[in-house]
């Protein structure tokens, strides 16, 4: 009973002081990386676009005006669309949708990905057969397809899309989880918690899940550009929800514009493929400093 | 190797029940009473109402509906489609030949040239080369592919007037033989580039780093000091190991292809099954949709059984075990 007093009272502070050297070490080696940094840039200004929204738009995005496939001018910055729409301003407020859309379906698809991947590699056996087969089968189906003809019949609400995208984007996570806790559940510290009476859910969420987090996070955050993608590809193709004016269905209306003003469809694209790439970026850099650490031992 | 194809065979089966599942869900999720809407504004009577729903088997309970299903579906009949009112399986069929003609020229160059820049890219590590193509590799898997097809559509087709804008054959002209062929080439220059850069930067990129984390093993040390040249080495001893995830990639890509077919053939009003799949989603011609769903899927399965055999041939290890 005293040495696991002790024990409770070491291990915290040990591990924060190790923590913090891990987190210092994880920065210098992030740091290092120019396109990283670049991704990291673009993600924060993406984030403060959303949230200024209001402040950085010079026009009310759904105003209707007379002035129609302006180019890009003092008065429109990045032109106007064939409805007179100011694209700027539009392209900022998309920036909202963008983030919600991205973000939220990578965390849930994240979650349920990492449930299942736990409880198949943690458990093993039946509940690992019969997981990883359902896994298989999603991984099978055509993503975008499924997308697309699931979306068709729920209706098209961005509630819908972000249901959709996460219920089909976890298999890729499952997968990559379920070989860290294959791993890491053969580890000592894992031997000993057993030993010592602790539940199963308790070591699956306390002892091995924080040792399995970084690659789970290099996914998630590549998780959060495909999601964005397959947003932008769902209301370019006109199937998303008309009420929101997000980036793809710019698109969408730029496409029947394209040799009277391509601009139309040039500004709102290029915003979905900085932000993409900013997030894959951000991806690899966090993949490549967390890997340097690791071979580094 | 027989018996590793069989079990092979036999462990994609309640793959092909799963997906069979899946599509029974989503025609059951599909919002609207099938016999209302086959009675459109008629007023049915209660007796007529339950002869319908007898002959359609909807009063049957789900799960002997469901096999019912899969019954049909394993023969071949996968429903009839409402808005073009021909079988789903002959309208896929009539449509395949101009997918197939959009992606396996451009799959085959885009394999081939990526493996090779892949290779470039590894044997040169730090080079300008390299750097050139992992900062393409990175764009080109950022962008959202349907844009750089608008683009060049908007600045190529439209602007420049140098290529057609979309389509397989020009309308407007009644062209025979060789210039017939001719035309439809110049139709395939803009789509085929789009699709293949993304795949290329795809194949490039997996290659490379298959290739890094062969190249850094014992044996290919082995084989330098024996003295055999570079190339012999790449090519001949580490580059067949550093294959197999690049067939896996490869494998996988043909179920992502048929996924951005819908969005490419949009891009360029391609006659194929992608522009198909969009018009049974717009039309919700659920019997369409969902049967080209199941085709697709089913085309996946097959594959990934195909890249599962080349591996096997590839290496001895996995079909021994």
Sequence with gaps: MGAEARARTDVPLLAQVQERSALAEFWRRYRRNAGALFGLGVIALLFATAVLAPVL??????????????????????????????????IVYGARITLLVGFLSAFVSTLIGTAVGAAAGYFRGVIDDALMRVTELFLVTPRFFLVLVAVAILGPSIWNVIVVISLLSWPATARLVRGQFLTLRERDFVEAARASGVQDPRIIVRHILPNALPPIVVAGSLQVGQAILIEAGISFLGLGDPQAQSWGRMLNNAQQFLGRSLWMAFFPGAAIFLSVLGLNLVGDGVNDALDARATDR | MTIYILRRLLQAIPLLVGIILINFTLVNLAPGDPILIIAGDQVLSP???????????????????????AGEVVQGNLGYSIYFKRPVTELFLSRLGPTLLLFVPQFILSALLGVLLGVISATRRGSWQDTAATIIALMAYSL???????????????????????????????L????????????????????????????????RA????????????????????????????????????????LGLSIGFMLSGSVLAETVFSWPGVGRLTYQAILQRDY???????????????????ITDLVYAALDPRIRNT
């Design chain 2, 144 to 174: 959202p592919l349907f844009w750089l097809g608008q683009l060049c559509v908007g600045f190529f087709a439209v602007k420049l007037q140098w290529l057609p804008a979309g389509g397989l054959y020009s309308l407007q002209e009644d």
């Design chain 2, 47 to 69: 007796q007529y109402e339950a002869e319908l729903r007898a002959r359609f088997n909807l009063d049957r309970p789900p799960l002997e509906r469901f096999l019912i299903y």
């Design chain 2, 210 to 249: 298959s290739l890094l984390d062969v190249l850094a093993l014992d044996y290919v040390r082995t084989a330098r000091s024996k003295g055999l040249p570079e190339r012999t080495v790449t090519y001949r001893h580490a580059l067949k190991n550093a294959i197999i995830p690049v067939v896996t990639t």
């Design chain 1, 57 to 90: 738009a010079t026009h009310d995005p759904t105003l209707i005006t007379r002035s129609a496939f302006d180019p890009p001018s003092p008065a429109h910055f990045l032109g106007s669309d064939d409805l007179g729409r100011d694209l700027y301003s539009t």
């Design chain 2, 287 to 305: 019997p369409l949709m969902l049967g080209v769903l199941l085709i697709t899927s089913i085309t996946v399965i097959v594959a990934n059984l």
């Design chain 2, 176 to 207: 025979q033989g060789i210039e017939r062929v001719a035309d439809a080439g110049r139709h395939l220059i803009l789509p085929t580039f789009v699709l293949a850069l993304s795949h290329l930067a795809l194949v490039t990129r997996i290659t």
